[in-house]
């Protein structure tokens, strides 16, 4: 099956710098990556997410950015802000037909005033 | 308001006890899940349901079991064989249909502590 794997763990940078977590994940036929944020006590939300077909997608301060050959994709969060401060899932999809994701463990993004 | 329901939010339980966690949702999706979250590992998928009357294991379904016997409804029992059921569940829903990205709806989820 899919393997996800997430760094880093834990992430802390000031406010107004930028945060990068990568992913990288095992089975080549994936080709959905989606990205969930899940504030303190809150439900996981997605954020952003990419097909396999698209190198890379914007939405405001947050970027997605994949590399099918290397089998990985990033999230990178610009100009932090603290309510950014949360901790991020990635995830993959299966080839089609499948609707089952598999997650990384979590990034837990600290953002420092 | 739309949305996907999770009940109780926190739920107490001696050992050797089996106990049922609701999941309702109104967004009229075909497929629901349920994820278990422990801290530092993620969400894993413990089981899911494409349509009524049929689910799938995850890949922890050992010691829990499900029924889909309405679209609305996906009930998950933690049951006596599962060795370790203090977590945080979450129960999940999205479209089924092709072409869709099969966006995750999640709950807010419910703290199972077993005593």
């Known amino acids: 099956g899919e393997n996800v794997e997430q760094h880093p763990s834990t992430l802390s940078v000031q406010e107004g710098d930028s945060a990068v977590i990568k992913c990288t994940y095992s089975d080549s036929a994936s080709n959905y990556f989606p990205w969930y944020k899940q504030e303190l006590g809150k439900r996981p939300q997605l954020i952003i997410d990419i097909r396999s077909n698209v190198g890379e997608k914007k939405d405001q301060r947050i970027a997605v950015t994949l590399n099918k050959t290397a089998k990985h994709f990033s999230l990178h969060i610009t100009e932090t802000q603290p309510e950014d401060s949360a901790v991020y899932f990635c995830?993959?999809?299966?080839?089609?037909?499948?609707?089952?994701?598999?997650f990384g463990k979590g990034t837990k993004l600290s953002v420092i005033p | 308001d739309g949305g996907i329901t999770q009940s109780p939010k926190y739920l107490f339980r001696k050992e050797g006890q089996n106990v049922t966690l609701s999941c309702e949702q109104n967004?009229?999706?075909?497929?629901m899940y349920w994820y278990r979250q422990d801290p530092g590992q993620g969400l894993r998928l413990i089981y899911y349901?494409?349509?009524?009357?049929?689910?799938q294991k995850g890949d922890i379904a050992e010691g829990y079991s499900v029924s889909r016997e309405k679209k609305e409804s996906f009930p998950l029992t933690v049951t006596s064989a599962q060795k370790n059921p203090t977590a945080f569940y979450l129960c999940a829903s999205s479209i089924r249909t092709g072409g869709s990205t099969g966006e995750l709806f999640f709950g807010e989820g419910s703290r199972l502590t077993v005593l």
């Open positions: 995830a993959a999809r299966p080839g089609a037909g499948s609707y089952q994701l598999t």
């Open positions: 967004l009229n999706h075909d497929a």
């Open positions: 349901s494409q349509i009524v009357n049929d689910f």
